[in-house]
């Protein structure tokens, strides 16, 4: 399987538009790879907050209508980042879309763990709910945002639910770099499963990303690490890695927590 990582520098200087003219003509150039996946809120940046209100969007709206055509052109699996969707019904949250080769929606993910600490995205932005998984002809995905990752609970959820890889879309700060690396690796590891994760570059707001997109093998082992600037990361692993790994080493089966109600006497 082969999938591509596009760290996308996300500036102020380059409107929103012209951005994701700009994207959809990277997510072609992929054509390919099996899947190409793109980091969180890069029409606006993660930490842009003033700006989530005004460039809002339904579901289907223009970086769906992009992103739906460029997967289609490239003939790829695209798992388009997310972007803050308006829910006519309620509030604003951070959604993750996932569009087949066909440029179908596959899944929408709306990101469960926000950001902020009772500010910024915490309070702009309401909670999803659900766990999403989506079932490509090589693999099962399980979906997640950014600060997600700091949540083990969520990754043995979507374990349990089939995942085999893990896709992380963030944007995630240069300041914190070491826990961006530490904890993709660490979710590998207990769920025997592949990371795909995919931060952003440039500086959002006054703040400098991270970028350092990573693969990670069911081992820990990093196959593929991008720089702190833009980049398209292209990887080749062999999904069927993660039934070998965790039949050679079947530690998943060992787990005496969160399998059954908890004994009440």
Request: charged content about 25%; some cysteine.
């Amino acid at each position: 399987m082969r999938a591509s990582v596009i760290q996308i520098a996300v500036n102020e200087d380059e409107s929103v538009e012209a951005r994701r003219r700009r994207v959809a003509a990277m997510v072609r150039e992929q054509a390919g790879s099996d899947l190409v996946v793109l980091p969180e809120l890069w029409t606006t940046g993660a930490f842009a907050y003033e700006a989530f209100g005004r460039e809002a969007e339904p579901l289907e709206g223009p970086t769906y209508e992009a992103m739906a055509k460029a997967a289609s052109d490239a003939g790829v699996w695209l798992h388009a980042g997310s972007v803050p969707e308006r829910d006519p019904d309620g509030p604003l949250y951070n959604t993750s879309l996932v569009f087949s080769p066909s440029g179908d929606l596959a899944a929408a993910y709306r990101k469960i763990h926000r950001f902020g600490f009772d500010k910024g995205e915490a309070v702009l932005m309401g909670a999803g709910a659900e766990l999403v998984t989506v079932r490509l002809p090589e693999t099962i995905l399980g979906l997640s945002t950014c600060y997600d990752l700091r949540f083990p609970e969520l990754f043995r959820g979507l374990v349990d639910a089939g995942a085999e890889t893990l896709v992380v879309s963030a944007g995630w700060p240069e300041r914190r770099r070491s826990h961006w690396t530490l904890l993709a690796q660490a979710r590998a590891v207990e769920n025997q499963a592949f990371v795909v994760a995919c931060g952003t570059a440039g500086t959002h707001a006054g703040v400098p990303q991270a970028g350092h997109s990573i693969v990670v093998d069911p081992w820990g082992e990093v196959l593929a690490r991008a720089g702190a600037d833009e980049e398209v990361l292209t990887v080749e692993f062999d999904p069927g890695k993660v039934a070998t790994t965790r039949e050679q080493f079947p530690a998943l089966k060992d787990r005496m927590l969160g399998l059954q109600p908890p004994h009440r006497p």
